[in-house]
């Protein structure tokens, strides 16, 4: 079992930033590819973006990518989304999951979710 907690939500003007960090407990993470996702009132989850299990590798949605960066720190068990520039159109619950193998922008094919941290951007 790996259990994920996200945090570094919170309240922010547009065009500012946050970090979240998804820190896990169980399991090393180390073997796990690492997604990010997101899901605003009365939508279904969407991909914000993914990290391969080493850190080489990341994928992200056409609608955050130049402004997201994810990052992880395997030592540390923990991993990170930096997110600039942010829009009204970003807020959002913010989860992080994690899946065995490699990256994936399913949402089904992730196997741990921690329980979500809320971004809030305003005009």
Do not use: H
């Not at 907690?5 to 407990?25: F, H, M, T, W």
């Not at 080493?54 to 994928?59: A, D, H, I, K, V």
């Not at 619950?93 to 941290?117: I, L, M, P």
Request: glycine letters at 12%.
């Amino acid at each position: 079992q790996v259990q994920l907690v996200e945090s570094g939500g919170g309240l922010v003007q547009a065009g500012g930033s946050l970090r979240l960090s998804c820190a896990a407990s169980g399991r090393t993470l180390s073997n796990y590819a690492m997604g990010w996702f997101r899901q605003a009132p009365e939508k279904e989850r969407e991909f914000v973006g993914a990290i391969s299990w080493s850190g080489m590798s990341t994928e992200y949605a056409d609608s955050v990518k130049g402004r997201f960066t994810i990052s992880r720190d395997n030592a540390k068990n923990t991993v990170y989304l930096q997110m600039n520039s942010l829009k009204p159109e970003d807020t959002a619950d913010y989860y992080c999951g994690a899946r065995f193998r490699g990256k994936s922008e399913v949402v089904q094919s992730y196997a741990y979710w921690g329980q979500g941290t809320q971004v809030t951007v305003s005009t």
